[in-house]
Each structure stands twice: as structure tokens, then as C-alpha cells.
């Protein structure tokens, strides 16, 4: 019997990350803060192959995937070029242009008050 290989850990560690030389996020073009304000973001789903990750801000993260589907992704939006033409997406670039770049949505919900504020 072979030996069971569990790949998902090295593939998590193989990824390939990368950061704008610019420093600035590829989907909203405000500067990255390095620190929990910033994630990365398979532009191809890891589920389709994808390797590399992209430094973006932890809401845009949010965002892209609350909007779309991995196949979505996989098919359409797979550059931030295509994500930030998308409608959506554009009118949230314009609504997080006014925010600090560190900003970070705290799903805070206004019916639920005693939501505690340090959870993420
Ligand atoms: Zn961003
Ligand atoms: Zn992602």
C-alpha cells in the first residue's frame, strides 16, 4: 500500500505570492499596509489550478468572493483588469476610494448589537 500523500499543506506553501512593485492593490489601487488589513487572492482558483496569489486588501478579498462563483472566477474574472470593469466591483472602488487603506469591514450588523467589535 503506498504511502498517502497529503499534498493540500504543500500546495498551500508552494503557492506563489505576489506583491505590486507599486504597492498598491490591484483591485482598488489604494496602497497595501502589510498586516491583517491585507490577503491574497487567487486570480484562478486554486480548485482550477491556480497557483499564484495576488496581495489585495482583506475587504476587496471579501468582496470578489462575495460576488462571485470559483467557476465565475475560473472563466470571466480571472484578471483584475475584468474584475474592476465589472459593475460591482466598480461601484465598490469608488466607495472605498474615500477610506482609509487600512480600513476593514467588521460585518458589523446593525441588528445585532452585542456582536463583539474584536472578532473578524
Ligand atoms: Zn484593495
Ligand atoms: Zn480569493
Not at 505590486?20 to 502589510?34: M, N, T
Not at 468572493?65 to 474592476?84: D, I, P
Amino acid at each position: 500500500m503506498p504511502k498517502g500523500k497529503r499534498r493540500h499543506k504543500f500546495e498551500e506553501e508552494s503557492a506563489e505570492s505576489v506583491w505590486p512593485d507599486d504597492g498598491l492593490c490591484p483591485l482598488c489601487q489604494r496602497a497595501l499596509v502589510p498586516g491583517p488589513t491585507v490577503n491574497y487572492h487567487h486570480l484562478v482558483p486554486k480548485a482550477y489550478g491556480g497557483k499564484r496569489r495576488y496581495a489585495i486588501h482583506t475587504v476587496c478579498h471579501s468582496k470578489i468572493h462575495s460576488l462571485f462563483m470559483e467557476h465565475e472566477l475560473a472563466a470571466v474574472y480571472n484578471t483584475f483588469e475584468g474584475l474592476r470593469e465589472q459593475s460591482d466591483i466598480a461601484k465598490f472602488i469608488h466607495w472605498l476610494s474615500s477610506k482609509p487603506p487600512t480600513f476593514t469591514s467588521r460585518h458589523q450588523r446593525s441588528h445585532k448589537k452585542d456582536n463583539k467589535e474584536s472578532l473578524l
